[in-house]
């Protein structure tokens, strides 16, 4: 497993199986439209998917490594309480997508999916 150096847990954590364990970037809270305007948390937007950062991995995961930016349905998670700080724990199949700068430089045609 891979863990991020800030995180700090006290006791180590293994991650299993498929797991990726992210901290949500921003607040769940109001949020600002790019045009400035303050959109409340009560407004309903559908379906939004979030982007998280990863700051452990389990040993089978394939795409994502500590420090990857991921996108997630915030509906389905598990969320976690690791010394006062909140994450959220999820598994590879459920990220939608990751960002990161060693992305550009995998073949291409793969596509991520599972057969």
Same mark, same amino acid.
């Given at each position: 497993?891979?863990?991020?150096?800030?995180? +700090?847990?006290?006791?180590?954590?293994? =991650? =299993?199986?498929?797991?990726? =364990?992210?901290?949500? +970037?921003?607040?769940?809270?109001?949020?600002?439209?790019?045009?400035?305007?303050?959109?409340?948390?009560?407004?309903?937007?559908?379906?939004?998917?979030?982007?998280?950062?990863?700051?452990?991995?389990?040993?089978?995961?394939?795409?994502?490594?500590?420090?990857?930016?991921?996108?997630?349905?915030? +509906?389905?998670?598990?969320?976690?309480?690791?010394?006062?700080?909140? /994450?959220?724990?999820?598994?590879?199949?459920?990220?939608?997508?990751?960002?990161?700068?060693?992305?550009?430089?995998?073949?291409?045609?793969?596509?991520? =999916? /599972?057969?």
């Amino acid at each position: 497993m891979t863990v991020d150096p800030n995180l +700090d847990t006290g006791l180590p954590i293994r =991650l =299993l199986h498929d797991r990726v =364990l992210v901290k949500v +970037d921003g607040s769940e809270g109001e949020r600002r439209s790019t045009a400035g305007i303050v959109i409340p948390a009560t407004a309903a937007v559908g379906k939004r998917l979030a982007w998280a950062t990863a700051v452990g991995v389990g040993p089978h995961v394939r795409a994502v490594v500590a420090g990857d930016r991921v996108l997630f349905d915030p +509906d389905d998670r598990s969320e976690v309480e690791l010394h006062g700080r909140g /994450y959220v724990l999820l598994r590879e199949r459920d990220v939608h997508a990751v960002a990161a700068e060693r992305v550009e430089s995998e073949p291409t045609g793969s596509t991520g =999916l /599972y057969l």
